[in-house]
């Protein structure tokens, strides 16, 4: 498919002179193409079953508030219509509203060709696709774009008037029923539009995990900690449709960190003990058995943690619900994780079976395939130290280095390292002797969640608690992306300093990049069982001083500090150790060589699938 064609389902909207819907009709599938004609304007083309449809740009209006759920408006006011654009790959999307509002803005800087010119004309009816994004272009909106903000503030404006009214608040009623008035986000005669940031680019096994992905193979991707599998994920989320895509982890942590949702909350089987049939019954209920109706891409990160008697029920439930034989009832599977990081929670003496031991796995993966560029870190010696440590093994040169890391002092501008521990017990006593430490009155703030019926659920799933309690002095962590380009990212550590005068007295951190920063409460949304949209309205910051190692699955941290003598898991230190981005952020207090362990089944599974991967390598080089 080519970059500038979109496809998607469309409710395109004929408006009358009073604002009014004069005729609204659905197609599905339908390819929408940006390109120009013989006099050079941008055009934009739908291809239905029967015809094509193409429209000559003059001006636009874009809103855009649920992109990111696939779904965009645009409107071309000078033939009064509309075209409502739901279950896009969000990226795709994006990408499309970002060339089309860009190309247009550019054009509009050239010389018109005026009507009498046009209708003159002897050139032949053309349509060729619309060149790709340059930085060009952008540089002409973004000049464009200052050169408007100047005039503007040459003008006499009375200013603190109120708020100007929403262009949408009129509109409210020409959407249809169960869509939302979205933000604008752009309209080509004022155009607040953010330059298109480079986005980083994927890695070689990154891009050929989504190539398999987006040609519907099911698919098993593994790699060791760092190697950028949750990164993936985001991506690939964004370039399949989102009705029909659910992203879920095996945790509420690790589902956070790519904006999805549980296992559990999605399979709404409750724990899958209860016998099949009891399952298919709760599968079956009209919320649950939508979604699995739904469900046509299932992505599941931290699968190491995810029982394989439990996917082998979510198997059988998924062929019973969707009426198909297929494996897992024809859903692709895109599963992700390490299982060399944490196994599977087991309860008393329940016997653990990882997810690749389950029955049904080898009809369910197609494709193995494996990330082996680490990200997180840099230090090819330090590298080397986790790689061992993964495979539980523990030369003496693992051993020595991360000895010598106790004597680290990884304290910054009183900013200490972060305690991974191993029990939450002990995490809430660090966290509460170091609170009471503070000689400072505490600022408590309550959190806004739309539903608290949810509570439990939402508790689960948000890495901020109702309840933040924050001192001078508090050690703090950031539990969301707020500015990457300015270091304001997930795990970002720093010291509160302060709270603002007035208003809600919101607080003010200091980060250990030395960026002192107000921090406004942030918004979390969480798609739980039956389509529920669940949201929590928090100030982004977590205690800071310990965390548990459960819920650093999955994080990138700058300075941490390891116990490893509770260590009762394998997989656990590895975890905990390759949370850090380098050697010099680390501080082990008591290594020992005990805590190094890696499951045996595990490697054998390992071996086995580098001995395929091998051995396939050999087929496709022999037969090339
Ligand atoms: N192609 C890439 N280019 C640049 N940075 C990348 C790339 N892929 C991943 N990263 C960065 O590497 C770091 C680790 O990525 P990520 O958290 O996705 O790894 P992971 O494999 O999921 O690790 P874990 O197993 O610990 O969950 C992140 O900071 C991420 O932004
Ligand atoms: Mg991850």
Request: aromatic content about 6%.
């Amino acid at each position: 498919m080519e970059l500038n064609t979109l496809l998607c389902t469309l409710w395109m909207e004929t408006i009358g002179s009073a604002g009014d819907i004069q005729k609204r009709t659905q197609h599905k599938n339908i390819a929408l193409t940006l390109g120009r004609n013989e006099f050079r304007d941008v055009v934009l083309k739908l291809e239905f079953p029967k015809r094509d449809m193409k429209f000559a740009l003059k001006e636009l209006t874009i809103f855009k508030k649920f992109v990111k759920e696939g779904k965009a408006t645009i409107k071309i006011p000078d033939r009064n219509i509309q075209f409502l654009l739901s279950n896009c790959p969000p990226d795709k999307l994006i990408m499309f509203l970002k060339t089309m509002h860009t190309k247009l803005e550019c054009h509009k800087q050239k010389p018109p060709v005026h009507d009498r010119k046009r209708l003159l004309s002897d050139r032949p009816k053309t349509f060729e696709d619309i060149s790709p994004l340059t930085l060009k272009d952008l540089q002409t909106v973004h000049e464009m774009r200052a050169k408007n903000v100047e005039n503007k503030s040459d003008m006499f404006t009375p200013k603190g008037k109120g708020k100007r009214k929403r262009e949408n608040d009129e509109k409210e009623n020409v959407l249809p029923q169960g869509v939302k008035m979205a933000r604008k986000l752009v309209s080509t005669s004022c155009s607040p539009f953010k330059p298109v940031l480079n986005p980083v680019k994927l890695n070689k096994g990154q891009t050929s995990v989504l190539d398999a992905i987006i040609s519907r193979k099911n698919v098993f991707f593994t790699g060791s900690a760092g190697t950028g599998k949750s990164f993936l994920l985001r991506r690939i989320i964004g370039a399949l449709p989102p009705q029909h895509t659910y992203a879920t982890a095996s945790t509420g942590v690790a589902a956070c960190h790519i904006g999805g949702i549980t296992l559990h909350s999605f399979a709404g089987i409750g724990s899958g003990r209860a016998d099949l049939q009891q399952c298919v019954e709760l599968a079956s209920r009209p919320l649950v058995i939508q979604q699995w109706k739904k469900c046509q891409h299932l992505i599941i990160d931290e699968i190491s943690m995810v029982e394989g008697d439990f996917f082998d029920k979510l198997e059988t439930v998924a062929r019973v619900v969707k009426q198909n034989d297929l494996p897992f009832g024809g859903i692709q599977l895109i599963l992700c994780g390490d299982f060399l990081q944490l196994p599977p929670v087991t309860k008393g003496s329940d016997k653990r079976k990882f997810c690749f031991q389950a029955k049904t796995w080898p009809k369910c993966v197609q494709l193995n395939m494996e990330l082996t560029e680490v990200k997180r870190q840099s230090d090819n010696h330090f590298i080397n130290i986790l790689q061992n440590v993964r495979l539980g093994r523990c030369p003496d040169i693992v051993e020595t280095t991360l000895r010598a890391t106790a004597k680290h002092n990884i304290q910054k501008d009183g900013i200490l390292a972060t305690r991974l521990c191993t029990h939450k017990e002990d995490v809430d006593q660090i966290n509460k002797y170091q609170m009471e430490k503070l000689n400072a009155t505490s600022k408590v703030f309550l959190s806004t969640d739309n539903d608290t019926s949810y509570a439990k659920q939402i508790d689960s799933l948000c890495p901020v608690p109702h309840k933040l309690e924050l001192r001078v002095g508090t050690q703090v962590m950031l539990a969301k992306n707020l500015e990457v380009h300015r270091g304001l990212v997930n795990g970002a550590r720093g010291l509160v300093t302060g709270f603002e005068k007035g208003g809600e007295g919101l607080p003010i951190v200091k980060f250990l990049s030395g960026l002192e920063e107000v921090i406004k409460p942030a918004r979390w949304t969480f798609k739980a069982a039956g389509a529920v949209y669940l949201t929590r309205r928090q100030i982004p910051l977590k205690l800071a001083w310990a965390i548990s190692i459960h819920k650093s699955q999955g994080m990138t941290l700058d300075c941490v500090e390891i116990t490893v003598s509770k260590v009762f898991e394998s997989g656990q230190a590895y975890v905990a150790l390759s949370r850090a981005k380098s050697l010099e952020g680390l501080r082990v207090l008591d290594f020992d060589r005990g805590c190094v362990r890696a499951n045996p089944d595990v490697l054998k599974f390992y071996h086995k699938l580098d001995l395929t991967r091998r051995m396939l390598q050999t087929n496709i080089e022999e037969y090339s």
